[in-house]
């Protein structure tokens, strides 16, 4: 590819620090826009319920196919999170939510604590409920999930300052392609005119700092290692190093059997991992910032899209391009990477098909076993 068109924010490199690979901006999340004080209420709702549908790391599960609404409901959930049940008002925006108004059971803020600690049982303590919601502690600091936001104690009172992280729906296998309805195309074109223009809070970000022990770019710098992966040079936080040759490991299992990933590795022209960077159009830290996330970018045909930001510089619009016309890594590799805690670029509804990235979390959350030994 060429220069990175969507750079992100530049920043000054640490002492001893190679040049900054060029890779994917990966994820640019907008998130929930919230109502402004001195607005009526039912001004800030509107403009909540507009944006908040998709424009917050979607994945494909949720929206096109309209098999996994959980997410969106998960958004839309607030007030009955620690009881047990929750309440969606999804239906008020999209009918086939109505057969999930109401669900029974472990409530978001279990389920995603819990999720939190299983996957990362070297870093989280056990989750607990505390201080009215639940709560892990890591590293001796607790975090409250504070509507999605993990909160520590000090910014449980600001907490309307912050959007919730992704924990978003993540589907099992790529459904098969539809083209989005038209009322969504539409929506999708708003909101990609938008994206930059929109005023959205950003994630506190200090509970993966805490998580990864980066908090700037010298400490990034720390705890980053150099390996060799698919005959390449990258780097990578020490934390997933294991996790990282054994999904090597599988991929080159997978290639001995099958010729498709042996061109896939062949026509493999870039990989790249850590990068000092925020998500594009954000303040909210990237996951190559932590040394969490990989790139693997092949030689690409011109009739393939890998990310859906550089398919809207070539005036396409992005939510039209099918499966077929983007440069998806064969479904082996995908699954090695699954399988070991990483997550796929190419599920969002907003498709980054060269990015992996470390959230054993979300799977876990979506009940995709971790084959892995944790
Ligand atoms: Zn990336």
New binding site residues.
């Given amino acids: 590819m060429g220069g990175a068109p969507f750079p992100g924010r530049r920043r000054t490199a640490a002492p001893g620090a190679p040049a900054p690979k060029r890779?994917?901006?990966?994820?640019p999340l907008p998130r929930k826009p919230r109502p402004k004080s001195g607005r009526p209420v039912w001004y800030g709702l509107l403009v909540l319920l507009f944006f908040a549908v998709d424009f917050c790391c979607f994945s494909l599960g949720n929206t096109e196919q309209g098999a996994s609404l959980r997410h969106q409901a998960d958004e839309f959930n607030a007030s009955d999170e620690t009881s047990g049940t929750y309440v969606s008002s999804l239906s008020l925006l999209n009918p086939l939510a109505a057969d999930i108004t109401v669900q029974k059971g472990p409530s978001r803020a279990e389920q995603v604590v819990k999720a939190i600690a299983k996957a990362h049982p070297k870093r989280v303590r056990e989750a607990v409920f505390k201080d009215g919601d639940w709560a892990v502690e890591l590293r001796g600091k607790w975090y409250y999930y504070a509507d999605g936001r993990m909160l520590p104690e000090d910014l449980r009172g600001n907490a309307d300052l912050y959007s919730p992280q992704p924990f978003y729906s993540y589907p099992d296998e790529l459904p098969e392609w539809q083209p989005p309805a038209p009322e969504n195309a539409a929506r999708y074109a708003v909101m990609t005119k938008q994206r930059r223009t929109s005023r959205v809070a950003n994630r506190a970000q200090s509970f993966y700092d805490d998580l990864w022990q980066v908090h700037n770019r010298a400490e990034a710098w720390a705890q980053q290692k150099t390996i060799s992966f698919l005959g390449k040079k990258i780097l990578v936080h020490r934390a997933v190093l294991e996790e990282l040759a054994l999904v090597e490991q599988k991929i080159n299992e997978a290639a001995a059997a099958d010729p498709q990933v042996r061109q896939w590795i062949s026509r493999l022209e870039t990989i790249?991992a850590w990068?000092w960077r925020d998500i594009a159009d954000t303040r909210t830290r990237?996951?190559?910032a932590y040394g969490t996330?990989?790139?693997l970018l092949p030689s690409l045909r011109s009739s393939q899209e890998t990310y859906w930001l550089w398919t809207v510089q070539k005036n396409i619009d992005w939510w039209d391009v099918p499966f077929s016309k983007r440069m998806n890594p064969p479904n082996a590799v995908i699954k090695a990477f699954e399988a070991y805690g990483f997550v796929w670029?190419g599920k969002w509804l907003f498709y980054?098909t060269?990015?992996?990235?470390y959230r054993p979390e979300i799977l876990l959350l979506n009940g995709i076993p971790l084959r892995g030994e944790y």
């Fill in positions: 890779s994917c901006p990966c994820l790249s990068n990237s996951n190559h996330a990989i790139d670029g980054d060269m990015h992996f990235e």
